[in-house]
């Protein structure tokens, strides 16, 4: 099944979590800090909040999350074919988990992955192939290497 994913920047994420638990019935699937994200059956959606004060209420990125890693390279063959260009992460560790993905971004700067993931992980994780322009020294969800990969920073992006 591949689903939707919105990613939501909150300012509060207990609060959020707390609302978006009664809008759509179920409790988050994954938390640590700064970070959850809800597997939604019904409508099938991921919906992924990332603390980042100051940026409650907009878009982090959009996804659709995949069942597999061929799935993810099907994308990125025929992604290419339409003519997009395309940013390929295989084996990325990022939003507590182990994922291959392929990002492209939409007419008005609109992040979109297509992801698998293959794992969790202990860490929030960084790629460095996401650096945030706005946000020196932040990669994919808000780190930078040296980073402690504990907490998402600001203007995150990536799940």
Excluded at 6 to 25: C, H, R, T
Excluded at 69 to 84: M, P, T, W
Excluded at 140 to 154: F, I, L, W, Y
Aim: aromatic share 6%.
């Amino acid at each position: 099944m591949s689903r939707v994913q919105l990613a939501l920047n909150v300012d509060d994420l207990d609060e959020a979590i707390m609302f978006y638990s009664k809008l759509f019935n179920t409790e988050p699937a994954k938390r640590k800090p700064g970070y959850a994200n809800f597997a939604v059956d019904e409508p099938p959606l991921k919906l992924v909040l990332l603390e980042n004060p100051g940026k409650g209420g907009t878009l982090n990125h959009l996804g659709v999350e995949v069942q597999s890693s061929e799935k993810v390279h099907e994308e990125i063959a025929r992604l290419q074919g339409e003519g997009l260009f395309t940013d390929e992460e295989i084996g990325t560790t990022c939003c507590f988990a182990t994922q291959d993905k392929v990002w492209v971004t939409g007419p008005a700067g609109e992040k979109w992955e297509v992801y698998t993931v293959l794992a969790d992980s202990e860490t929030f994780g960084s790629s460095p192939q996401h650096l945030d322009p706005e946000t020196e020294g932040a990669a994919c969800c808000g780190r930078s290497a040296a980073d402690d990969n504990t907490e998402p920073a600001p203007t995150a992006s990536c799940c």
